[in-house]
């Protein structure tokens, strides 16, 4: 009888000593906060991939960071070298660059907390911390978290996993799903480098303009009869309305091209090739409303218009009655195709 009373003890410890040993989503959650609290700045590079209508597109990504706010987000785009971007953030406010065209917006903006962000580790940590339904799971290697996203604009990508490193809680993957729990983005995060110091300047407009991070303007030679001419590009997601009106304008840089769209949603898209600004004026524009991802570029988005640049050309949407969602599905719907 005492034997199997000492072994019954002997159980009882075992199983106490198991169930000491495993991490509950209370003590990540509460690791996670002390780590962001001790976090003087990391640095890391991932790879993104976003589904897109039928064609998926792929960017590099280097992020870093400085406490308590200073970011620096590279965004390498595979199928468009001169669309490369940095999304910058320092004490004189949010710029996105781009630094092949010599292009500078800046913006009064809460980025990078006005939105989810999937690439960056406080905006991944932020949205555990808020959704108090986070499912929780323990793997052989990660922690992971299925949280609600902040999208303020885009309701169709309600869900994400956050797979984190089991030694440094830092993210891993991370899988953006739709509302049927599909990927529909996906960061692949390689290590981070933690509290190292950046050189001066690392966040500045300047630098990062003219350091060649990303390639620096070429003016090529022009072979075409018509240099300013280029391919108008047509939005599949109309909202039921249909094109009515195309008109074309010539302007000092070229030809200007106005679609014109009426039904149930009225909206108007106008297109021009973009002027590369020599680097004498490279002062940023400061325009207004929100840094907004488009999936293959970063563009600018008030309540009623939309602009952005993508392989050279310059589009600006506008419209009274689309929802800033849905001037984000007509903006990532255009493409070469024919008029039906």
């Known amino acids: ?39 003087t700045s990391y640095q890391t590079q991932a790879k993104m991939k976003m589904q897109t209508g039928e064609q998926e597109q792929s960017y590099e990504i280097d992020v870093a960071y400085q406490a308590e706010s200073f970011y ?75 949280t609600r996203t902040n999208y303020q604009n885009n309701n169709t990508l309600p869900y994400q996993e956050i797979y984190l490193d089991k030694d440094q809680l830092t993210p891993v993957l991370v899988k953006v799903m739709d509302q049927e729990k599909n990927t529909v983005v996906e960061v692949e995060f390689a290590a981070f480098e933690l509290d190292l110091e950046f050189e001066e300047g690392f966040f500045e407009v300047e630098h990062n303009m003219t350091s060649g991070i990303i390639s620096t303007p070429v003016m090529s030679e022009e072979t075409d009869d018509d240099p300013d001419a280029f391919s108008v590009l047509y939005p599949a997601e109309l909202y039921g309305s249909e094109l009515v009106e195309k008109t074309e304008f010539e302007t000092e840089n070229g030809t200007r091209v106005v679609l014109t769209y009426q039904g149930e949603r009225d909206f108007t898209i106008v297109q021009e090739r973009h002027e590369v600004y020599p680097a004498s004026m490279m002062n940023p524009e400061v325009v207004a409303g929100e840094p907004v991802s488009l999936g293959f570029t970063i563009g600018a988005q008030t309540d009623q218009a939309m602009t952005w640049t993508h392989q050279g050309i310059d589009f600006y949407l506008a419209s009274e009655q689309l929802t800033k969602e849905e001037m984000i599905d007509v903006a990532t719907s255009i493409s070469e195709q024919a008029v039906k």
């Not at 199983?15 to 509460?30: A, P, R």
């Open 1 to 39: 009888m005492k034997i199997l009373f000492r072994m019954g003890l002997v159980l009882l410890a075992m199983l106490m000593f198991v169930g000491c040993g495993e991490k509950t989503k209370d003590d990540i959650v509460g690791n996670l906060e002390a780590n962001l609290t001790e976090l």
């Open 72 to 146: 620096r987000v590279l965004l390498k785009n595979e199928q468009d070298e001169e669309g490369s971007q940095i999304i910058l953030k320092n004490d004189d406010g949010v710029f996105v660059l781009t630094p092949a065209l010599n292009k500078s917006f800046r913006f009064q903006s809460d980025w990078p907390s006005n939105n989810s962000q999937p690439y960056l580790y406080h905006s991944l940590v932020s949205d555990i911390f808020n959704d108090d339904e986070a499912i929780f799971t323990s793997t052989e290697d990660y922690y992971v978290f299925e």
